[in-house]
């Protein structure tokens, strides 16, 4: 058996092994003692190897424990019937399971894809390509830059990585070896991509052993906003942006709007489908609820994973697309009236009335189709449950036919089933019965009928069982053979499920239709910030004008800490996104001039993984703001330069703001905050720079933030203000005062550098 088990080991060496025996999966060796440690189990030794095992029918939830620390498992099943032969039973490996490939487990999130990524880089390229294995999404890309390839990874947020570069440490939780030297897909125009996306195919399919029928294309990722990972997270776009959009009733909706979020579309025309729907479904109610995940479900029984409440799930959630189709019926915007085409059910009454209304999880668990379905199923089940009916009919039969008034039929275990006759009635015993047991005043007797009847009842239960695997592998693969449609259906579902999440946002919250075009023009009025309106309610939120062109490119914002200089610049880029996505946003009024890339430079915080300060980041991200941006971009800067002393802060931030007004091609719609009232001259210097500033009303008692956006530049900073707002001793606030009174008295104020000078410091 340990020779068994080394042979399985040896397939699969950098996996945790769970080996099959009996009823518990064992563990031997290291793989015993890493698994003890992890799971706080107890580790015992038999003839001096370290043993560690769970029981079979938990062993999922000790399994995702496991891989929710980053480790790989195998599993090793036994793969023969133990009645079936002698001697050891054969096992071997049938599944590994690792953070990217869980297929069934309590770690994947319902409304979050699960991908399992592959990063490469092929000479000056560099490819990217993701898999989702419970639905069988598979994407591909392909950058020049590595930093874009990273900025897809954010995107994706992948479980697990398989790369052959050096990738940031926040990818590197359960990175795995990228084999480099395997051959790729032929796909001439994007060979970086099809190199990861080769890579990835094999080594799902060679060493992770998963069934990947399901897989069935490959799309290489159109062009969208591109949001780099610092915008992701600055703007919280795939965690506080989706969660306030998220009014999805099915996994699968919620699931495209997660990646809607996070890939705003580029064409006006795609945009205006989408706002077309969300329009006609505002205040509308759609029979979504009663809607399971319909594309996990039919991956499951594409690639033979699925149980019977798995098919039964699908069955009742396919036999709402009916209802599903009428509900749609009214609507006439494109893409709704292309889905509706789209929702198919073929094949949910033949589900519906072959399954019990409670099927087991797993085969062999209990009964899986309903009394009537197959005539040879229901003898077997009659026949194991009814046996003491059919015998009390066979009793009497007998006593008629015979004459025998006290022939008894019974049945103990040792003996099995018997005809019992006493010695009194003996020369009536007929000629067919065979002398089975003697008694002291009685005979027991068999039959050919009854020898039948106790070999069809003691084998009917597991003949039962056998009969109804066979009949649910062929109900299973019925499935199967449409699953192309019931794909396409739950395609139709997703997207449908979306545009009226986005409907129920924006009726709740009042947003208005903006209208999305080609032009150079941000133009908002009364905008509003979707998620913090949402936390203090409308009724508290100020809302905010904003006006962008080739005239106004650059807003330069002043104003003190806590005045709302970083809410209302958030608030700008949300309401791109939003209105990029196809939703409608937050606002009286806006008109959108497609945005090619959103960045942002927001808040300070050091990369001690990577040894960087506070200011490096802050530089380093601004460097990829300037090297990057196009006069189709939306740049968001807050408080650049404030990480070095007085001058070169005002410095490097005035060569910011000059260099993004003047460069060609870079000359970016921009809303730069700052502290640094000393740039309000850019207004005067520089054309397209336009000073705005949030509105403070100065009182005996301090100052009071309106929260209003006004045209003109502050001259102050009010940071000795918001300091004694914050709680400062009395005492540190009086000295402050007083040291800001003589600097302001030794009329010192810095000069902006020449332009040699901001070059030499970018």
């Known amino acids: 058996m340990m020779a068994q088990w080394e042979s399985c080991k040896q397939q699969a060496p950098d996996a945790l092994l769970f080996f099959r025996l009996g009823d518990f999966y064992e563990a031997f060796h290291e793989d015993a003692r890493i698994i003890a440690k992890e799971l706080s189990l107890t580790l015992t030794a038999r003839q ?39 001697g050891l039973v054969k096992r071997e490996i049938v599944r590994l399971v690792s953070p990217g490939t869980l297929v069934q487990s309590s770690l994947l999130a319902d409304k979050r894809n699960n991908y399992i990524a592959a990063a490469c880089r092929l000479g000056a390229l560099h490819g990217c390509a993701v898999l989702d294995v419970t639905t069988g999404e598979f994407r591909a890309s392909e950058f020049e830059s590595v930093e874009h390839l990273f900025d897809a990874l954010s995107r994706y947020k992948p479980a697990e990585v398989l790369s052959n570069i050096k990738l940031p440490p926040e990818f590197l939780v359960h990175e795995r070896p990228f084999l480099a030297e395997q051959t790729y897909l032929p796909v001439r125009e994007k060979p970086a991509a099809a190199l990861a996306a080769g890579t990835l195919l094999h080594y799902l399919k060679t060493e992770m052993r998963l069934s990947l029928t399901h897989v069935t294309k490959l799309q290489f990722d159109e062009t969208h906003m591109a949001l780099d990972r610092s915008t992701l997270k600055n703007l919280e776009v795939t965690d506080s942006l989706l969660k306030f959009l998220d009014q999805t009733a099915t996994p699968m909706g919620g699931r495209l709007l997660g990646q809607w979020v996070s890939a705003p579309l580029l064409a006006v025309e795609a945009i205006a489908e989408r706002q077309e729907a969300v329009g006609e479904l505002l205040g509308k109610r759609l029979p979504l609820d009663e809607v399971k995940d319909i594309e996990r479900l039919i991956m499951k029984v594409t690639a033979r994973y699925a149980g019977p409440r798995d098919v039964w799930a699908l069955g009742k959630s396919l036999g709402q697309m009916g209802v599903l189709k009428h509900a749609l019926e009214p609507f006439r915007s494109e893409i709704l009236v292309r889905e509706r085409e789209n929702v198919i059910d073929p094949i949910s009454e033949r589900l519906c009335s072959a399954l019990s209304d409670t099927p087991p999880l797993r085969l062999g668990e209990g009964a ?29 039969k007998l006593r008629e036919e015979t004459g025998i008034k006290t022939l008894k039929v019974g049945y103990t275990q040792a003996f099995g089933y018997y005809i019992e006759v006493s010695r009194a009635q003996g020369d009536k015993i007929p000629g067919s019965f065979q002398r089975r047991q003697t008694l ?66 924006a009726h709740e919250h009042r947003f208005v239709r903006p209208v999305v075009d080609t032009s150079d023009v941000l133009d908002i009025e009364a905008g509003r910030h979707p998620i913090v309106e949402a936390s203090i309610g409308r009724a508290s939120f100020i809302p905010n004008d904003t006006g962008l062109s080739p005239t106004e490119q650059l807003m330069l914002i002043t104003g003190p800490n806590m005045a709302g200089k970083s809410t209302y610049i958030r608030q700008v880029a949300l309401i791109v996104i939003l209105a990029q996505i196809g939703s409608f946003v937050p606002a009286t009024r806006a008109r959108i001039g497609v945005v090619d890339k959103i960045f942002s430079r927001i808040g300070a915080s050091d990369d001690l993984a990577r040894g960087q300060s506070t200011f490096m980041v802050e530089m380093t991200e601004t460097a990829n703001i300037l090297n990057n941006a196009t006069s189709r971009s939306l740049v968001l800067l807050d408080e650049i330069g404030r990480g070095t002393s007085t001058y070169d802060g005002i410095s490097i931030a005035w060569a910011v703001a000059e260099y993004l007004l003047t460069s060609p091609g870079k000359q970016a719609k921009t809303l730069f905050a700052t502290h640094y009232w000393e740039l309000t001259k850019l207004e005067t210097t520089l054309r397209g720079a336009v000073n705005y500033q949030v509105a403070v009303q100065e009182t005996a008692d301090g100052i009071v933030f309106l929260r209003k956006i006004v045209c003109g530049g502050t001259d102050r900073s009010y940071g000795i203000h918001v300091a004694k707002l914050a709680g400062l001793p009395p005492r540190v606030v009086q000295i402050a005062e007083d040291m800001l009174r003589k600097l302001e008295a030794k009329g010192v104020k810095p000069k902006p550098k020449t332009n040699d000078q901001q070059l030499m410091l970018l």
């Open 440 to 505: 002291v005043n009685a005979e027991r007797f068999v039959t050919p009928e009854l020898k039948e009847f106790e070999h069809q009842v003691l084998t009917a239960e597991e003949r039962s069982k056998a009969l109804e695997a066979q009949l649910f592998e062929e109900l299973r693969s019925m499935v199967a053979a449409v699953a192309a449609t019931i794909e396409r259906t739950a395609r139709a579902v997703a997207v449908v499920d979306a545009l009226h999440a986005l409907s129920v946002v």
């Open 368 to 396: 899986i189709f309903r009394d009537g379905y197959h005539e040879e199923l229901d003898r077997l089940r009659t026949l194991a449950q009814n046996s003491i009916s059919w015998m009390a009919q066979y009793q009497s």
């Open 48 to 86: 001096g190897v370290a043993m560690c095992g769970v029981p079979f029918h938990t062993a999922d939830n000790y399994i995702d424990k496991l891989v929710a620390k980053g480790k790989k498992v195998a599993i090793a099943e036994q793969t023969e019937d133990p009645k079936a032969g002698k």
